[in-house]
C-alpha cells in the first residue's frame, strides 16, 4: 500500500499531522498526531524561533510514526488571500495570458510579491442568468510567507510535496458530493475561519481574529483564574446556560456573537453565488468545535443545521488511530492535506 504524503498543519497552538494510504477501493488512516506549536508560531520571523517549530515537528513526526517524509502544508487562511470573480468565459489559454491582469485588480499585493494560483469554478453559457461568464478562484500568497513555511520544511528534514491555504484542504476533507454546498466554521486558537464551499469548490472565505484563545482570556479576566484553569472551565462548561449556573455561558456568548454575525453575513455572500442551491448546513471543526454547546447555539442564532466535523468516519484505522475516536473534527485541514492527490 502506497502511502499519501502526510498533512502538515502548522497552527497557532497546535502542529498536526495526519496520514493515509490506500487500500484498494479504501483508504486507511495509518496515522495522526499533535504537539504544542513554539511560542510566537509562525507569527515571528525570529531564524531561532522558526528552527524551534521546525524541532517541534521534527518530534512530532517521530512520535507518531509516519511513512516517509513528504508533507502538503498548508497556510493560514489570515496569511494568503482569496477571492471569487466573474470573467467574460475565456478559454483556458486566454484565461492564462489575461489572469495577472485580472489579479491586480483584486490582489491588495503587487502581483510580483505572491504566489499565484488560480482555479475555474463554474463556467456560464450565454443562454444562462450570468451570460456567457465564468467565476475564477483567485488565491495569492506573499512569497514571503511561503520562503518561510519552505524554510520551516527543510529545516525539519521533510520534503516539500506541495502547499494551499487551510481553506483548500478543508473543502476536500469535508465536502463529500453528499450536498452543493455547506460553510465550514473551523475554530482555531487566534482566529475562526468561515469556508464557503459548492460542490467541492472553495467560493468564499472569511478569517475572524475571534478565537478560543479570545474565550480563554474573557473567561480569565472575569473569574481571576490562570490560563489553564479557565482552558478546563471552557471545555467543561462551554456556553450551556444549565452548567454552573450559566455564569460561563455569560462571558463566552458575547463573543460567539461576533462570529455569529460573520456567518451571517457569509450566508448572505452564499445566496448571491448559489441561488440555485440554498446553503443548509454548517460544519464546526477545530478545538473550539467541541466546546459544550457551540454547535446548538450556532443553529439558534442561523436556524440552520450545523454538526461536528469527521472526515475521518469514510477511512479504514489502524494501531495508534484506534486510540483516537471522535478527534477527526481537531485535525480537519491536516486530514485534507493528506487527502490532496
Known amino acids: 500500500m ?27 488512516l495509518t496515522a495522526a498526531g499533535s504537539a504544542l506549536t513554539p511560542s510566537g508560531g509562525l507569527q515571528t520571523d525570529s531564524p531561532d524561533e522558526l528552527k524551534r517549530i521546525s524541532e517541534a515537528i521534527k518530534a512530532c513526526v517521530r512520535a507518531s510514526r509516519l511513512e516517509g517524509g513528504k508533507c502538503n502544508v498548508s497556510i493560514m487562511e489570515s496569511q494568503a488571500v482569496t477571492r471569487l470573480v466573474t470573467m467574460p468565459n475565456l478559454t483556458d489559454k ?45 488565491v495569492a500568497a506573499p512569497k514571503r510567507v511561503v520562503d518561510k513555511y519552505v524554510e520551516i520544511v527543510k529545516n525539519a528534514g521533510l520534503e516539500l510535496n506541495s502547499i494551499e491555504t487551510e481553506s483548500a484542504a478543508l473543502a476536500r476533507a469535508l465536502s463529500r458530493g453528499v450536498e452543493p454546498s455547506l460553510i465550514v466554521v473551523s475554530f482555531g486558537s487566534g482566529s475562526t475561519e468561515l469556508v464557503a464551499i459548492k460542490e467541492g469548490n472553495v467560493i468564499f472565505t472569511r478569517s475572524i481574529a475571534t478565537g478560543g484563545g479570545t474565550l480563554t482570556k474573557a473567561v480569565m479576566a472575569e473569574f481571576d483564574l490562570p490560563q489553564n484553569q479557565a482552558e478546563e472551565y471552557k471545555h467543561t462548561y462551554g456556553i450551556m446556560e444549565n452548567q454552573l449556573g450559566g455564569k460561563i455561558a455569560n462571558v463566552l456568548r458575547p463573543i460567539l456573537d461576533v462570529i455569529v454575525g460573520e456567518i451571517l453575513k457569509t450566508l448572505e455572500f452564499s445566496k448571491n453565488h448559489i441561488p440555485e442551491s440554498q446553503l443548509s ?24 443545521e450545523v454538526s461536528l466535523a469527521d472526515p475521518w468516519d469514510i477511512f479504514s484505522k489502524e494501531g495508534l488511530i484506534l486510540k483516537m475516536p471522535g478527534q477527526g473534527a481537531f485535525y480537519a485541514t491536516a486530514t485534507g492535506l493528506t487527502l490532496r492527490p
Open 281 to 304: 448546513r454548517i460544519v464546526v471543526c477545530g478545538g473550539g468545535s467541541y466546546m459544550p454547546g457551540v454547535s446548538e447555539y450556532l443553529t439558534e442564532k442561523t436556524s440552520l
Open 94 to 138: 486566454e484565461l492564462s495570458a489575461a489572469i495577472n491582469w485580472e489579479a491586480d485588480k483584486y490582489i491588495p499585493l503587487p502581483i510580483k510579491d505572491v504566489n499565484l494560483q488560480y482555479k475555474v469554478v463554474s463556467r456560464f453559457g450565454a443562454g444562462s442568468e450570468q451570460g456567457g461568464k465564468m467565476e475564477v478562484l483567485l
Open 2 to 28: 502506497a502511502a499519501h504524503a502526510f498533512g502538515l498543519d502548522i497552527g497557532r497552538s497546535f502542529i498536526k499531522i495526519a496520514q493515509i494510504k490506500d487500500q484498494g477501493k479504501t483508504k486507511l
